[in-house]
């Protein structure tokens, strides 16, 4: 079993749309819970990260964990087709040192 | 301006040959890694180093070596290119000492081993 699902997409939803995106993990030890969001041909970029279970919000994004069911999930609201990427979960550790463990990212598509 | 950067950003070559995918970064970070990304797939990590003459193998098995003999760099070489090396390769680095390790990613290479 992997320690991070991720539902690889692709997803297609039309602009403005709510977009939720979601992962869920095995690994109990996770403390921090991060999104990616990956372009086309580039490489990831950290959108928000964070700790305790509850929402964080920054601007049109909601990061959402869940620890009791092992559950983060991103929103974003009023999509633009801006926001057409990849979007990554990813989870980190402390093994005798910081170690992240990704999803394999959400394909989404916002449509004009 | 700080950043990552990865050469060669393509590369297309044929099996048996040595090859170096190069990664420098500007922002003075200590820690520095090497993932492998599959279309569709979650990014492995090969290789990463705490430091200057610090190496450690990842979590994925790799025939790949690494060096960092300087702080900004660290290049990954393939002694002898198989199909099976066909993949996205990503280069990030972070800031030791900090709460939350936040990895800051390169463009990456896409190699193409025929």
Same mark, same amino acid.
């Given at each position: 079993q992997k320690e991070v699902e991720q539902d690889p997409g692709p997803? =297609?939803?039309?602009?403005?749309?709510?977009? =939720?995106? /979601?992962?869920?993990? =095995? /690994? =109990?030890?996770?403390?921090?819970?991060m999104w990616y969001r990956q372009y086309s041909r580039k490489g990831p970029e950290l959108l928000m990260y964070t700790y305790s279970s509850g929402n964080k919000e920054d601007g049109r994004f909601t990061a959402q964990v869940d620890k009791s069911s092992k559950y983060i999930s991103l929103f974003i609201r009023d999509s633009q087709p801006s926001d057409s990427a990849t979007y990554?979960?990813?989870?980190?550790?402390?093994?005798?040192?910081?170690?992240?463990?990704?999803?394999?990212?959400?394909?989404?598509?916002?449509n004009p | 301006e700080a950043d990552i950067y990865q050469t060669p950003r393509y590369l297309v070559i044929g099996t048996g040959k040595k090859i170096t995918l190069e990664c420098s970064q500007t922002m003075g970070h200590d820690k520095m890694y090497w993932y492998q990304q599959d279309p569709g797939m979650e990014l492995h990590l090969i290789h990463y180093s705490y430091g200057v003459n610090s190496t450690e193998k990842g979590d994925l098995s790799s025939e790949s070596t690494v060096s960092r003999i300087r702080t900004e760099h660290f290049p990954l070489t393939l002694e002898s290119a198989r199909p099976s090396h066909t993949s996205q390769y990503l280069c990030a680095s972070s800031d030791l000492g900090v709460l939350v390790e936040t990895q800051y990613f390169g463009p990456g290479t896409r190699l193409l081993v025929l």
């Amino acid at each position: 079993q992997k320690e991070v699902e991720q539902d690889p997409g692709p997803l =297609s939803v039309p602009e403005g749309a709510i977009v =939720s995106l /979601n992962c869920t993990y =095995s /690994n =109990s030890a996770f403390q921090y819970f991060m999104w990616y969001r990956q372009y086309s041909r580039k490489g990831p970029e950290l959108l928000m990260y964070t700790y305790s279970s509850g929402n964080k919000e920054d601007g049109r994004f909601t990061a959402q964990v869940d620890k009791s069911s092992k559950y983060i999930s991103l929103f974003i609201r009023d999509s633009q087709p801006s926001d057409s990427a990849t979007y990554l979960c990813a989870m980190s550790v402390f093994q005798g040192a910081q170690k992240l463990v990704f999803g394999q990212g959400t394909r989404l598509t916002i449509n004009p | 301006e700080a950043d990552i950067y990865q050469t060669p950003r393509y590369l297309v070559i044929g099996t048996g040959k040595k090859i170096t995918l190069e990664c420098s970064q500007t922002m003075g970070h200590d820690k520095m890694y090497w993932y492998q990304q599959d279309p569709g797939m979650e990014l492995h990590l090969i290789h990463y180093s705490y430091g200057v003459n610090s190496t450690e193998k990842g979590d994925l098995s790799s025939e790949s070596t690494v060096s960092r003999i300087r702080t900004e760099h660290f290049p990954l070489t393939l002694e002898s290119a198989r199909p099976s090396h066909t993949s996205q390769y990503l280069c990030a680095s972070s800031d030791l000492g900090v709460l939350v390790e936040t990895q800051y990613f390169g463009p990456g290479t896409r190699l193409l081993v025929l």
